[in-house]
């Protein structure tokens, strides 16, 4: 069962925009989430975490919130970057070392 | 090495042959972990290794799947027998140390190998 859960396969956005990626997960027990970045033929490269104590975390031109009573968390990207153009894949933790992966979100920023 | 190693990039192989995958970890990485992806999927948790400890063996999807990390580095993920739903990139991952996997530091992972099973 997909206990993390990325709905929109696709989402395209012009240069200089917000991007908003989503994430639905249904396990309360996830304890940390994650975001990952990926890039054709390559391996995920990971972006930013919150942990489920917080409900932001900003880095730079990405933030991350998290709306633990909806089970959703989001991906913010300001101003959306050509080279933001990637798969980003939403992950959780629950317990152990594992993490739970969404299938990912296609993101193409155009100029 | 400044990244993880994984080989071979591409594998084709006839069903029921066996394959091998080698990651090779950052060097003074302790934890080591297998993901696979298939088509159209999200990644998903094959098996976990942490310094000397025993294995976290939960993922793997069946006796004909399982790994081995000598030495605490290089780790090898065989698979057994091979049948066309093993197609898929098998991605290795390491992080310093698993507790810090998530605090704000993630895993680092390889290219990953493209598996295909004819």
């Known amino acids: 069962d997909q206990q993390v859960k990325q709905n929109s396969p696709s989402l395209s956005v012009q240069e200089g925009r917000i991007s908003i990626l989503n994430c639905d997960y249904t396990n309360s027990m996830f304890d940390y989430f994650l975001w990952y970045k990926k890039y054709p033929a390559e391996g995920p490269t990971f972006l930013i975490s919150i942990s489920s104590i917080k409900d932001k975390n900003e880095d730079g031109r990405f933030t991350v919130f998290l709306n633990k009573s909806a089970k959703h968390l989001s991906l913010h990207i300001v101003p959306s970057q050509p080279g933001d153009s990637a798969v980003y894949f939403c992950?959780?933790?629950?317990?152990?070392?594992?993490?739970?992966f969404g299938k990912g979100t296609s993101l193409l920023v155009t100029p | 090495g400044a990244g993880v190693s994984q080989s071979p990039s591409n594998k084709v192989t006839e069903k029921g042959k066996d394959v091998e995958l080698r990651c090779d970890p950052i060097s003074g990485h302790t934890a080591l972990y297998w993901y696979r992806q298939s088509l159209g999927q999200g990644l998903e948790f094959l098996i976990y290794f942490q310094g000397n400890s025993a294995p976290d063996k939960s993922g793997l999807p069946s006796d004909r799947f399982s790994a081995e990390r000598t030495g605490g580095s290089v780790s090898t993920l065989t698979i057994q027998r091979t049948q066309q739903e093993d197609s898929a990139v098998y991605l290795c991952?390491?992080?310093?140390?698993?507790?810090?996997?998530?605090?704000?530091?993630?895993?680092?992972f390889g290219s990953g190998t493209r598996l295909t099973v004819v």
């Open positions: 991952a390491s992080s310093l140390e698993a507790g810090l996997a998530y605090m704000g530091y993630g895993y680092t």
């Open positions: 992950a959780a933790r629950a317990s152990g070392y594992a993490l739970n």
